[in-house]
Each structure stands twice: as structure tokens, then as C-alpha cells.
């Protein structure tokens, strides 16, 4: 099949390279979401696909978030539609949750920011090797909060302390300060990115694959997400009502501190 945002490149071992191509950011698009879909769809078919890669063909971006000029566009027409928000919020969840749940292993190559949803889809993937930029979720300095499955993975991952912090806070980590709270597998030296993920993907190809699949789904079971990602894209529609995410994405894009209004929960 041919992908209008994705680079498939198939290694040796059934390591399958998979570049994210969405100019000129990597913004998360309908376009994007339908192609990890039907990709997921297609790998897991072929049997010959033992380890799954994903990297960014962009140069200073692994995947960013949602597109805000077109997120601000369209907010009026959103907070008429009841449910549009949340149906969105919920799509984005069920491709990435296809991810995390692809029956063999999945890595995260990071060599730029991977802020918002780009966090989010790392998160994800089983293991995170990472070489340059900043990883985090930083909806709530736009008003927002993570809307494709950051407030349950970053949970499960850290814990309710560390993930409050910085989910709260919007920190933005850089990888010597991931990889010390356990947020990434492994830093490493942007020249070395490839090379040491292929190699680690090969070393997983060797075992026993499928074997680790049904581990994946046994260890799902003991920790299913389904109730808490319902109430996530419930809630990340609720932030639309308060009127902040429009104030924060405004500022954003004009590189302005951003003016929350104090009556903003009684909107809720």
C-alpha cells in the first residue's frame, strides 16, 4: 500500500522503518491518522513484520500535535456540534491505543520535540529512544489537556505524582531529563539515533515476537484504559466551554503569555 504521510522502509529481521511525513511540522492530521490505521491494519497481517519503528522524516519535529490554526478555525463551528470534539478526540485515541496494542513490539525513534500528541503517540510505543529536542504534554498551557490517551499513559508510566507535575506544569523534558524519570528507554547522541534503534529492534526480532504480543495483551488487562480514555475525550471536549483553549492557542500562535480568564470553570 502507499501512504500519502508515511515513508515504510523494511529492513533486515522484519524490522519494518516507518517515517512520519507530514510537512511542514508533522502536525496530526486526518490524513496521518488514517494512514497509522490502515499501516497498523496491514502490518499485522503480514507476519513477516516482526518490529515496528516509528521516526519522523521532519528535522526538528518527531510528531507535533493537533493543527491550532485549524483547531482556533473551526472551534466555533465544534462547540455547536455536541460531541465533534470529543468524536475527534476519541478517533485519535483508538489509532494510537491500535499502537500501543500492535501484537509485536513497537519503538519510538525521537530526534526532535515531541510536545502535545506527538508525546502521546510515543507513549504508545513500547520503548522511546530519543537524541534531540523536548517530549511532553503541554496541552494544558494552551487551555487544554491531553486528548489522546497522555493522562492515562503518563499515569500508568510515572505515576499520579510525576505525571500531575507535568501535565500541571506543561514541562517540556529534555532527554537526559526523560530518560531519568523513565519517561524514554534511552538517550542517545543524534548520530547514533538509527543505528542504536535498528540494532535494538533487531535484538527484539530474534525473540520470541508473537510470544511478546500476547504478553502485551495479558499486562493490558490488568491495567485496561477503557473507562479513562472515555472520560478524557469527554473532558477535552469540556475545555472548549470554558472559553481557554482558544485564549491559549491565540497565544501561542502569537508568541504572547496567555490570559486565562479567572471565571473560566464556572464555563464548564
Known amino acids: 500500500m502507499s501512504y500519502s504521510t508515511l515513508r515504510i522502509e523494511r529492513l533486515d529481521k522484519g524490522v519494518v522503518w516507518v517515517e512520519i511525513d507530514n510537512p511542514p511540522a508533522n502536525a496530526i492530521s486526518d490524513a496521518l491518522v488514517d494512514d497509522l490505521d490502515a499501516l497498523l491494519s496491514e502490518l499485522e497481517a503480514d507476519k513477516t513484520a516482526r518490529v515496528l519503528i516509528l521516526a519522523s522524516a521532519h528535522p526538528k519535529t518527531f510528531v507535533a500535535g493537533a493543527d491550532l490554526k485549524m483547531m ?23 489509532v494510537f491505543d491500535r499502537v500501543a496494542k500492535f501484537p509485536r513490539p513497537v519503538i519510538a525513534a525521537i530526534h526532535g520535540h515531541a510536545l502535545g500528541g506527538g508525546c502521546e503517540l510515543a507513549l504508545a510505543c513500547d520503548f522511546r529512544f530519543m537524541s534531540g529536542g523536548t517530549i511532553g504534554l503541554t496541552e494544558v498551557s494552551l487551555g487544554l489537556i491531553p486528548g489522546a490517551g497522555g493522562t492515562q499513559r503518563m499515569t500508568l508510566l510515572l505515576g499520579r505524582a510525576k505525571a500531575t507535575e507535568l501535565i500541571f506544569f506543561a514541562k517540556r523534558l529534555s532527554k537526559e ?3 531519568a524519570i523513565g519517561l524514554i528507554t534511552k538517550a542517545v547522541e543524534p548520530e547514533q539515533l538509527r543505528e542504536e534503534v535498528i540494532a535494538f529492534a533487531e535484538s527484539l526480532s530474534e ?3 508473537f510470544a511478546m504480543g500476547l504478553a502485551k495483551q495479558a499486562m493490558d488487562a490488568a491495567v485496561p484504559l477503557d473507562h479513562g480514555l472515555t472520560v478524557e475525550a469527554e473532558n477535552f471536549e469540556r475545555t472548549f466551554g ?14 504572547r503569555p496567555a490570559k486565562f480568564l479567572k471565571d473560566a470553570a464556572a464555563k464548564a
Do not use: C, W
Not at 473551526?74 to 455536541?82: D, P, V, W
Not at 470554558?242 to 508568541?255: N, R, V
Open 72 to 94: 482556533t478555525q473551526n472551534a466555533s463551528k465544534y462547540a455547536g456540534q455536541g460531541g465533534a470534539i470529543r468524536d475527534a478526540a476519541s478517533r485519535m485515541q483508538r
Open 177 to 179: 531529563e526523560a530518560e
Open 207 to 209: 525473540r520470541a515476537v
Open 242 to 255: 470554558t472559553g481557554e483553549p482558544l485564549e491559549g492557542i491565540a497565544a501561542f500562535l502569537q508568541k
